[in-house]
Nanobody, 119 residues
């Protein structure tokens, strides 16, 4: 069974930092991309940051320059370093992996972890 487990969320003051971690288990192979999404109440889920297996990264304009996505030395780990956090960053954050198969690309999702930025 493929599972993604997020950790590192919590409450932080504006201007503070958090580091989210995600580990994939279940014999996953052929990972194409790893990404972090977030969803705030009443809003659509949005892509925050993505890294390909080639190392290229993509960031939402709202987090560019503040957040950094990185892969662990073990290929089944991905991190999101979040600096200079703002109240508008408050959301449930979801780890995502896209796995290539001969016929299609399959997406797997973590259960989500809450990040609250408030004074």
């Amino acid at each position: 069974q493929v599972q993604l487990q997020e950790s590192g969320g919590g409450l932080v003051q504006p201007g503070g930092s958090l580091r989210l971690s995600c580990v994939a288990s279940g014999g996953i192979s052929n990972i194409n991309t790893m990404a972090w999404y977030r969803q705030a109440p009443g809003k659509q889920r949005e892509l925050v940051a993505e890294v390909t297996r080639g190392g290229s990264t993509t960031y939402a304009d709202s987090v560019k320059g503040r957040f950094a996505i990185s892969r662990g030395n073990a290929k089944n780990w991905v991190y999101l370093q979040m600096n200079s956090l703002k109240p508008e960053d408050t959301a449930d954050y979801y780890c995502n992996i896209n796995v290539l198969t001969p016929d299609y690309g399959m997406d797997y999702w973590g259960k989500g972890i809450l990040v609250t930025v408030s004074s």
